[in-house]
C-alpha cells in the first residue's frame, strides 16, 4: 500500500557513512546479447525499462519479437503503465500535486534523433502518445501546461479523470500534516522509462511519469527533459533516470550515461560513473534515490543506483527478467 518510503535527512545524512560505504569493487553486472553459435553475427531485440514493471516489458517483446520498431515498442511497453490505476507514480492513478492535480510529465526519442516531450499535461491518460504527436506532429520538441492538453484535444485523445479513490484519499491524508518535502522513493514502483533495441538494430526510449508525490504545482522532475530523464543516440545507446529529478537534471544525467558508453564504457559502468558523479557533487548528501538504466547498441545492460532497492527489467530472446541493480551506498 506505502509504496513510496520517506528517507529523513536524520537517518542517513552523514558525510562519514557516504565515505564508508561508497563504492570501491562494484560487481560488474552487464547483461549481453549472446550470440548464437556457429550463426553469424544477427541483431537480437531487446526492451529494458526501469524498476520491476514486467507487463511493460512483456509488451515491447510482443512488439519487438515480430519484427515492431523499437519506437513502437517503447511507446507500447510505457502505455501499459500510464494505463494502470494501480502504479500511483505514472499516468492514471498517479499521486496528485500538493493541490490535488495529476499532472504528468513524458518523452520519447526515436532512432533519428527526434524527440516530444510533455509536461505538467493534465486530464490525459497517455502523455507519452502525446509527447510522439510532438515529435511527428509539430516542429517543436516540449509542449507544457495548457497548451500541450489543448494540443492532446486537436489530436484527439480522450480526456479523462487521472485522480483515482486511492490517490485522493492518500492525498487527504498527506494534507493532515501537509509536509512539503520532496520524497525518497527506494521501492520499485516508480518512473518508467524504457530503451528498446528492434531487429533491424535500431534503438528508442520514452519515460513518462507522474513526478513527485504532492510536489508543488507546476513543478517538472528530470523525466520530461531530453538528456535528464531520457537519452537516446542510435549510434551508441540509451539511458534513462528514475529517482530525485532534480539531482538528475543537474547532472543531465541520461545523457551523461550515454556519452560515457561513447567514449567507451559499458552500460554498467557507464551508469557506476554517473551515480558517482551526482555523489561527489552533492557532498555526503545521502538522502535521495536515483537509479539509472542503460543498453548499448549491442544489446548490453547494465544499471546503478545510490540505496539498495533499485532493479530493471530485460526482456530479450533469453527470457524475460528482473536485474537486481548494484548500489552506491551498501545499506
Ligand atoms: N524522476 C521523477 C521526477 O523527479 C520521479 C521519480 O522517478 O521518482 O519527477
Not at 245 to 263: N, Y
Request: charged share 20%; glycine share 12%.
Amino acid at each position: 500500500m506505502h509504496r513510496r518510503k520517506f528517507l529523513r535527512n536524520s537517518s542517513l545524512g552523514s558525510a562519514g557513512l557516504l565515505g564508508a560505504t561508497a563504492l570501491t569493487a562494484c560487481k560488474d553486472t552487464t547483461v549481453q546479447n549472446q550470440p548464437i553459435a556457429g550463426s553469424p553475427p544477427q541483431i537480437k531485440p531487446v526492451a529494458v525499462c526501469t524498476w520491476d514493471f514486467g507487463n511493460a516489458t512483456g509488451k515491447a517483446w510482443s512488439v519487438l519479437e515480430p519484427g515492431g520498431s523499437a519506437l513502437d515498442a517503447v511507446e507500447a511497453g510505457v502505455m501499459v503503465e500510464e494505463a494502470d490505476p494501480n502504479n500511483q507514480t505514472v499516468g492514471l492513478g498517479g499521486r496528485p500535486d500538493r493541490d490535488g492535480h495529476v499532472t504528468l510529465d513524458a518523452c520519447i526519442m526515436d532512432p533519428e534523433g527526434h524527440c516530444g516531450s510533455v509536461m505538467a499535461l493534465e486530464g490525459f491518460v497517455h502523455p507519452v502518445s502525446v509527447a510522439r504527436k510532438v515529435m511527428e506532429e509539430t516542429p517543436h520538441v516540449i509542449l507544457v501546461g495548457e497548451g500541450a492538453a489543448q494540443f492532446a484535444l486537436e489530436q484527439g485523445f480522450e480526456q479523462a479523470n487521472l485522480l483515482t479513490e486511492a490517490s485522493r484519499l492518500e492525498w487527504e491524508e498527506w494534507k493532515k500534516e501537509a509536509e512539503y518535502k520532496p520524497i525518497i522513493n527506494i521501492e520499485n514502483h516508480d518512473t518508467i522509462g524504457m530503451i528498446t533495441l528492434d531487429a533491424n538494430g535500431r534503438m528508442a526510449g520514452a519515460c513518462t511519469t507522474s513526478g513527485m508525490a504532492y510536489k508543488m504545482r507546476g513543478r517538472v522532475g528530470d523525466s520530461p527533459v531530453i538528456g535528464a530523464g531520457l537519452y537516446v543516440d542510435d549510434e551508441i545507446g540509451g539511458a534513462a533516470a528514475t529517482g530525485v529529478g532534480e539531482e538528475v537534471v543537474r547532472m543531465v544525467g541520461s545523457f551523461l550515461i550515454v556519452e560515457l558508453m561513447r567514449q567507451g564504457l559499458s552500460p554498467q559502468q557507464a551508469c557506476e560513473e554517473g551515480v558517482r558523479r551526482i555523489m561527489k557533487r552533492n557532498q555526503g548528501r545521502t538522502d535521495f534515490q536515483i537509479g539509472f538504466v542503460a543498453l548499448n547498441k549491442k544489446g548490453e545492460s547494465g544499471a546503478f543506483c545510490i540505496h539498495p532497492g533499485f532493479s530493471y527489467r530485460r526482456y530479450d530472446s533469453d527470457g524475460h527478467r528482473n536485474v537486481p541493480s548494484e548500489s552506491y551506498l551498501k545499506s
